[in-house]
Each structure stands twice: as C-alpha cells, then as structure tokens.
C-alpha cells in the first residue's frame, strides 16, 4: 500500500499523519498517536526509516556541520582567520548571535599558504563551509567553489571588480589586489549588502 500524500505547506497544528505510519521528526509533535506539524512549511517524508520532518519556512538558520555560510573576514592573524558568521548560503536571515568563526590557515585553500594575508582581506565576505559547527564554528574555502564573494579596495574601499589571471582590480584608484576567490566571483557578490536582521 502506497504512502497518502503529504500536504506541501502545512501550518502550525496541521495535521501530518498517523504515529503508526511515521515518526515524528523536526518541526513536528505527536498526540494521541497523530502526527501535527509545530511550524509553517513543507512536510516531508524519509523513505529510510519512515520518520515526517517539516521544514520551515523563513526559518532562524541553525549552523550545522556541512553548511554553507556566508561569513565576513575581522581579523587576520598569522595562522587564522577571524570571521563573523553571517547568514547560511539558503538564508537571508542572519545567524542568532551571528557567532565567530575562523577559517585556519591549512584550509584556506587547497595547496600550501604561505600567509592568509594573500588569500583574504578584512572586510570580505567568504563563502565557507562549516566544518565544526560547536563547540566553535571552524570554516572551510579550500575547495575550489568556496572563498571570497565581495571584497572592496585596501586603499579606497571601492568594490574590486575581476582583472586578468584572476586579479582584482579597483574601478576607481586602480590598485591591484590577490584574493582566494570563489569560483563564478562576481563584484558586490550575492551578499554585498548584509542579511536581514530577525
């Protein structure tokens, strides 16, 4: 017998299932063996071991390990670099707490580096990936996907547009700069302006 078929968008309160035929699992509560959504979203089923989660809709971000984040760069430091976690790559709603990071300097890139000072710059914005999410949050922008997104000029602070052999040049003072980009980099990047606040 064919599983029913589960509503697309459930609201608070909506009924999912019996507790007979599924588990209940994330954004979910059971009930005198009813299954109910406890948020507004999308109920889905885990055809691996039959449990119903729902995933809400404009949800607060939750730093999981694997997550891609956006994070933007404070400080450097000699073997890391100090970040503030700013919203997930799925989000544009910022992280509680927007919590500190660092991207280490072994995975920074993929290959040795020589100083962090050649791959990032304070005030960028990095696509990272979120290799320890607590008891502190470790980055990741070694693969080749993963890195810089926006970052503006050392000397006027003018957003840096892509030169020739993967350079950044300034637009308005001409300065020259190297960071570790991401792949598909795009001046401003897609989070030029920060996320919105909850």
């Known amino acids: 017998m064919s599983a029913p078929e589960l509503p697309r968008l459930v609201l608070p ?3 999912i299932g019996a507790a007979e035929e599924y588990l209940p699992g ?3 509560y ?5 299954i109910y959504a406890s ?9 691996r071991d039959r449990t119903v989660r729902v995933e809400a809709r404009n949800a607060v971000p939750e730093l999981k390990e694997g997550d891609l984040v956006y994070a933007r760069v404070d400080e450097l ?5 100090v970040c503030t976690v700013l919203t997930t790559a799925t989000s544009r709603r910022v992280v509680p707490g927007m919590p500190e990071g660092t991207v280490h300097i072994s995975k920074a890139k993929d290959g040795y580096t020589e100083s962090l000072a ?3 710059a304070v005030g960028d914005i990095i696509l990272a990936r979120v290799l320890q999410a607590h008891p502190s949050v470790k980055l990741s922008t070694a693969a080749a996907t993963l890195g810089v997104v926006s970052a503006r000029c050392q000397a006027c602070h003018a957003l840096l547009t892509l030169g020739p052999k993967d350079t950044l040049v300034c637009p308005r003072c001409g300065n020259r700069e190297h960071r570790k980009l991401a792949q598909g980099f795009v001046p401003g990047g897609p989070v030029a302006h920060e996320p ?3």
Do not use: C, Q
């Open 13 to 15: 309160g909506d009924y």
């Open 26 to 28: 994330h954004g979910t």
């Open 30 to 34: 059971e009930s005198r063996g009813r």
């Open 39 to 47: 948020v507004l979203g999308t109920a889905i089923v885990d055809p």
């Open 77 to 81: 430091k000699t073997a890391m670099a």
């Open 118 to 120: 050649g791959e990032f």
């Open 196 to 198: 919105v606040s909850n």
